[in-house]
């Protein structure tokens, strides 16, 4: 069995897929201002581990979700925050700020049903 091969590709079904998108982005979107909040009060605090692994939740969120240029900022802070240098993490909130709205409001892509 093949994937992806010409000649013994055989198209692979995830029935369940949609379900779980939903469930995704349901949970981000409820989730995400915990993290936004968790990564100010990192910040704060002065807590570069803290704000790196609320930053790789969130990203790791965002990607399921399909909200890219959130996951890019997200991890740009997390780079930031594991160069022990929450400042310069923190020069990116608002383009987190920009980036969660733009999350918000976007059309969210649902995978097409295989045939």
Known sequence: MGFG????????RFPSLADEDREAVTLFLAQGPRWIAEMQRATDADEPEALALAAREMAGAASVARAFPLEWVCEEIEIRACDNNPAAASQLFPALAAAWERALTAPRVKPEPSS
């Open 5 to 12: 091969v010409p000649g013994g590709a055989r198209r692979v």
